[in-house]
Each structure stands twice: as structure tokens, then as C-alpha cells.
């Protein structure tokens, strides 16, 4: 497929904003219950959830370039039933609301308590809505994943490892934000979000690795035989119906060279992973928020890497009707 | 119910492109607005089209043989494009099975086109929205024509017959004929998307004849079959079992 930059910065920018308030939240839920010391600096909270309501409009944004028409991107909302395209753009802007109310809540302060758990713990409003946050996030997690999962010529993407890369990275990504984040504000959690975004950026990449193994070994389920429908082992395009090329030949190839493609895997596996998991266990022992804040920077470029070769590297069954030119 | 669909026959195109010119002429005047062309005549031209004549060599020179082969979108029965748009401008139609596209609800999103194995949406780069095949439907229903001209433009322009035009679910009507007696095949059934479209394979007419059809053994009226016809036998004949 051809890799459109206004669907990777989507992807990955809501990605890194809905992992940034899981960690928010992971944090109050930890102090909350008394997990680790308790915070009482909402700024952070409110900060955190600016910046990610912020990054999931920048996505948003990023998204409308990816439409002809833009001005009807309201009618997408339509068929939730069926397509996963609608129910993103349905769950979108519910997470993006849902966190905006829970870092509202943070800065009006809504921390009295509403009522008191068997245990003694105290819930209130912020923790609600974080609850109701949490569900969205992960219902536009796992949204986004089946856009691209649930396609089933495509079988490099269509696979439960899309959706998990999908939320693991996105976690990773936004751990990673919240450990810069709170190194830079200077508040206690930095080594807390430093752990879980080393074990979150762990577990992307097994499992972006795994994905990786598996679409090494996909048979496709199409060829020449079945797409023309003649029985014989040697079938060569002469014509593909045009002379300057198509929508069908600028849609799903990616017009790369194959050198380019690997070294566009291996520039991710760097980027997106060992780096940023270096400079983590690294900041785990210095104070300075200059190399969290460089782990970001560098999980970003790497995710950008990674989400273009996630687009080249698939495969559409429709290519086998253009092969050649003429 | 009805399921519209073309039959085309690989036997007798002979890949001339006229339906593909005649589905851009008759579908780019339409209401539905043109069908954009882009550097038409500079270097890599481009446009949309609902029809492609596409060529392909099978086996290996001197063994081969070309097939021309008309692609367009195939109006699935199960068509994965549908249930993927997310505003519902691409359906099927409930009383003849034509998939459309409603260019007005369309947001140039693309994702039917991934969900398409056959590659057969294209967006047009003007209108910026996803066109396809539309089986005329602006033609096939339209009472100012003459009845026999209520067919496809492509159907009405083959100068073979290799386009076929009718209800495959009607079992009696020449589509249906032709796919179970010319063994009509689907594209890429593997994906289970039962497209209405089908296809009729290359058929070789062939007459096979041994030797001895070229020449009689047994020949009575040769001069040497003649000798040893009438040489008098070991065995019993005729003559001996019964009386004239």
C-alpha cells in the first residue's frame, strides 16, 4: 500500500495521546490507592491532559488531508454498525471529550470525595471520569487496529497483532511522554513512568517483531491464476489498461525500491525501540529531563518509520493486475 | 430477487477497448458529472475509468497465447466495500444488485478501495470522490430509449458480443445459460466475495483423428484386400449355416 503521511501522523500522534493518559491515570490510580506515595500536584494531571487532547487533535487534523472532502467528514458517524472507520471517528472525539473532562476535573479540583469503597478507598469525581476516559481510549485502540485488521485481502494487517501493536505502541509512546513530561515538571513519578514505559516499549517490540516473523511467512491467498481465472503456472501482463499509470497503480504501491523498504524496518527497529529503551534506563538514573525528553523525540521519528513500512509492507491482492505498464 | 451482471466471453474478445471508450463516453456526459481526464495529451496521462481492457501473455514464447481481459467492478454479492464505507454512500441496491456509490455522501476516504481485492474503485482526482462501474444504471431503466438499447453502454458497443448483459438469479436468461453451459467462472473466489460478474473461458474447438480414420485398414475395394477377401476360408462361412 502507499503510505499517506496524513493517516500515519493520525495514527500515531492519538496513539501517543491516548498511552499519555493512560499514564496519567495509571499514576492517580497508583497514589490514589496507595500503591506508591501520593501526588497532590494536579498540575500535572491538567498539564498531561492538555497535551493529550492536544496530540489526539493534531492527529484529528492530520486525518481531514486524508479526505477528498473534508467538509463531510460528519457523515462518517453514520454506519457504525458496520465499519470500524465510522466507529473511530465516533470514539475519537469521545476520548478526546472524556479526557478534557477528566483533566477539567483535575483543574476545578472535583478531588472531594463522592463516596467511600469497602476498603476505605475514596472515590471521586476524577476517578470517574478517568474510568469512563480509560474505556474510550481503549475502545478507540482498539477501533483503530480493526480499521486496518478487519481487512481481510490485506493480509499482512489482518491479524489481532495489528490491534495489539497498535495499543502497545501507542502505550509505549505515551509512557514515554508522561516520563519526559514529568521529569521536565520535576514531580516524583518520573522513575515510575520511566519503568512502565521501558516495559511497555519491551512488549511493542516483541510483538511488532512477531508481527514482523508472521508477515514473513504469508502465503498469499491470491495469484495470477485465480485473478484471471486461467489454469496455467505462467501468466505475464503485457497491458494493464492504461499508459500513464492509474489510481490503482499510485493507491497501493509504494513505488520504493526493496532496499529502501528493509532499511526503512531496521531505521524503525532502532528508532522506535532501542533507542528510546537505552535513553530510558538511562534517565532512569540521571535527573535530567533533556533525555527523556530525546527519547520521545527519537520513539516518534521511529513510529513514523514504523507505521510507513506497516503501510508498504502490505501486500493488496489487486496489484496482480498491475504488474506492468504496457 | 435480482442480481444484475455482465458475462464476458475471454473466447471472443479480441480486446479493442471499444466498451472501454464507450463507458467513459456515455458515463462522463451523465449528470453524475465528468470523469475527470488529467494531462490528457502530455506525459503521463491519467484518468478514471469504470472499464480497462487489461492483456496478458500465458505460457512461455513460442507456447503462448494472449487474453484479453475487461476488468470493471464485478457488483459482488457479498461486496466488501459496502459494510467498510463509513457514511454509506457505497451500497447495493435491494432490486437489481447494482453496487453505487452516492457521490454526494462519499468523503474521498479511500478505505472501499482497500477493502476492494479486485482494484476495481477508482477516486476520481477532480470530483475527489470513488467512482465505479455503475452497470448504466442511468441507461438500463431509461424508458426514452429504445427497448433493445436498455443495456450497458459496454454491451451495446461490443463489436464481438463478448459482453453478455442480464439476471444471473433468473435461471432461464442468457447470462445464466451461459455461465453453466460455457463453464462461466468467478474472479478470485478464494475471498468469498460471490462476484456477479463472471467470465467465460478460452474454448478450443478441437477434432481429434487417428490414423487409421485417414486411412481404412480394411479397405474391400483395394485390389490386395479384394484377393484375400475372396480366397476361399479355413473357417465356416456364411454359407454353411444357412440355405438362401
Known sequence: MHPAFSVIFLTTLIGAGQGLFLALFTGQIFSQFKLMPEQHDSNFYVIGSI??????????????????????????????????????????????????????????????????????????????????????VYTLFICTGMIYGCIKFLQEWHSPLTVINFTLMGMASGFAVATALSAYMQTDLTKFYAVWAILFTVLAFVFRVLSLVRNKKIKPKSDMRSAIGVNHPNIRQMAQGSMGGSFNTREYFHGKKAGFVRNMKYIFLVLAFIVPLALLVFSLGASSWVIPVAAVGIQYLGLIAERWYFFADANHPQNLYYQQIS | MTQLALVIDLNVCVGCHACVTSCKEWNTSGPAGSMVDKNPYKEDPTGT??????????????????????????????????????????????????VLVDYDKCIGCKYCSWACPYGARELDEKQKVMKKCTLCVDRIYDEDLPEKERLPACVMSCPTSARLFGDIHDENSDVSKAIREDAGYQLMPEWGTKPANHYLPRRKVKMTIHKDELERVDNPLSKEERKTHNAPSDSPSLEDMTTW
Open chain 2, 49 to 98: 475509468f469504470f472499464n480497462r481492457v487489461q492483456s496478458f501473455e500465458i505460457g512461455t514464447y513460442p507456447q503462448t497465447e494472449t487474453v484479453h481481459f475487461p476488468k470493471s467492478c464485478l457488483h459482488c454479492e457479498e461486496p466488501p466495500c459496502v459494510p467498510v464505507c463509513p457514511t454509506g454512500a457505497s451500497y447495493k441496491r435491494e432490486e437489481d444488485g447494482i
Open chain 1, 51 to 136: 497535551i493529550a487532547v492536544g496530540l489526539m487533535a493534531i492527529g484529528l487534523f492530520a486525518s481531514f488531508f486524508h479526505l477528498g472532502h473534508p467538509e463531510r467528514a460528519w457523515r462518517s458517524a453514520a454506519k457504525w454498525k458496520t465499519s470500524w472507520l465510522s466507529r473511530e471517528v465516533i470514539a475519537l472525539p469521545a476520548a478526546m471529550g472524556a479526557i478534557s473532562l477528566y483533566g477539567a476535573a483535575h483543574y476545578f479540583g472535583f478531588t472531594t470525595p463522592l463516596f467511600t469503597m469497602p476498603g476505605g478507598t475514596e472515590i471521586d469525581a476524577t476517578l470517574l471520569l478517568g474510568l469512563a476516559s480509560t474505556f474510550t
